[in-house]
DNA sequence: TTTTAACCGAGACGGTACGTCACGTCTTGTG
DNA sequence: CACAAGACGTGACGTACCGTCTCGGTTAAAA
């Protein structure tokens, strides 16, 4: 699953010649992008603004990513991996669903509805950074889904065999037209997803 | 449900002199526009070369919009009118909803999934442009999902009072989802929309 | 000797429509960059300081020049013109050409050595741009020469048909010599170049 | 006369530990920097491109020179000194000055010409650069020029002690302005020079 | 019919970000 | 230590697009 893109990587593989590059600067060039990302959005951000958070420069961002839209690729690459969290137990069906809808409506939000939206256009041009956002949304749910599944199935709510499979594009499909229709992601429409779509689906 | 903008007026109303604006221009550019937004996306797409397309200029454009984001917001307004259409009755549920999840994925697969991720970044600044998305995506299908489940429940494949929401969200999420995962949206996509997500959860 | 240069034109002659150049940016840029060519140099004088200075933008530079070199030649080029000035009548051969040579040494220590010093490099490429510093250099003292000498033969210094032509190579070019060589060009100098060097030749 | 300038020393005197440093590299660096000054000109120059062509690393360039500059000045030093050659006698002073002045004409025809030139601005700012080119052109001059004058003198063409020093300013003087005037400097100048300015100025 | 005011195309203008390149410094590994 | 390789911060370069502004010329309603 290791959605490998063909960026940023020194020129051969097995050289060896030369000062080595600075893993710093690539993880303080990352950072910067995605605080910058987060506060300004992906057309407002600068490159040499980046540089300067950083306390780069833009010669060193322009040595390891082709252009600004990888660079943010690649920001939102690094920041996604250390995101996975247990999903807590309530007990039921329904309260799990809910704390998961819940915690997927913070996200979106937050930076990662900015960032998703962001990234829309260039998805179209690159594979791999759709796979990447794909698994960006999916991945962790994946797993929590799963174990909700399982947990509720162990409960009795669900009959053995119940497929988790529509809750991974539906629970987030919906969220992201809401997204891009403005509309709002709260509580209440947390409450209508699990309600009124989740659990008649896995009943079903 | 006429979303209006603050956009595209003649200064004053009273006034009388001059040479009136030539309606031609406005739709050779909102034409020009549109077909730029497909082919190359939203930053990509240059207002020089909408005037240059429209055989217009700069100044034109800009004496009708503030600014390249009302021009593309416009233009998609335009577009949508003209695109209701009658689904047909296939005389089963089944075939009636496959037909529909066909439908967009075409649509999708076409120019307005090029337009609708175009679009992704400019939603968040203009809530405006949000709504007129979600209607560019929903009006249709309101109407044609209602007259759908309406022949089902007639037929009697569906309970009489079976509501057509959820349908709604439903599906165009899980196809922009998968538009932005840069998965396909084929006919096998649309046969697991319908069976496994659509008719069980109008079952249920 | 309109040294006409490639440079500095609008696409076509005879074309019409847009709005026109408006040529006191042109003069504004072209003053800013004389100045700031007198001030640091021609490596350290930046395009982008140059349009600050003329209250423009680099686009209308690059608009109207291809490069910083021939910004700097067409400001030079400008500049020139305007600088013929009469030689006064001391009353005597030796008195006239300490004048003038000394008229020289003011220039060259001033702005004027810093340009040819600075555009040595560019002559080599610019065959035009060789010929306008050489007017820029010879023009004034075609004329100043042949006065000073008329009036010399006039006063019995000199025998009839005495010849200018080596004061027009000699002079500046030992002036340039020395320029070169990081030696004053003082009022020693004058006096070491009319006394041992001008009225020698001049006298043979 | 050995026109001493700060650059290039190892930086202890009394340092003995490590490896000493490779001559070889340091002459392969200052023939590579001749050639392409020639070539290309001092702005066009490239140390990047001098460490390349001479299989070096730039790290070796500045550990031995401060700068571009002084690299530049001392690739000129070293490439004049085996320049120094015997001025042939003719028999009469006419043709040893013509000789002379083809000779020069040759080399500025050549690359030096082009170097000095190309030094031109840097000279301003480096009064060790401006004393080197000075003795770059006048050394070798000084030499020939007291020989070719003793020689006359001896044959009794010239007078018991005729100065030889406006040759060494008025010669290269009158060159460096033609080639900086993009004149040609053929032997029909040499001619020019030599009858109406030199044996003038001689005899006089 | 004449005015007249707004239209239209073209394109110059001030700004600002882009991506490239050279300079001079530094930090590796190998002799 | 020297040396080759090459990453790094700095800063100018020349390009491209945005949104504004003038031009000369056109066009239809108002006088």
New binding site residues.
Partial sequence: MATETATNA???EG????????????Q?ILDAAIDLLAEVGYE?????????R???????????W????E?VADAIRRRHEPMLCEPENTGSLRGDLLALANLMCDQMNGTDGALICGLAVAVRSDADLGRLLSSFMHDQKHHNASLIISRAVDRGELPEGAGYEPLLEVTPGVALLRQMNGEPLDHAFAEYLVDRILIPLLRS
Avoid: F
């Fill in positions: 020194p020129p051969a050289n060896r010649a030369g000062r080595p590059r600075d893993d710093a600067r690539e303080a407002a951000m600068t490159v040499e603004a980046v540089a300067t950083a306390k780069s420069s833009k010669a060193t961002i322009y040595r390891r082709p252009g600004k839209a660079l």
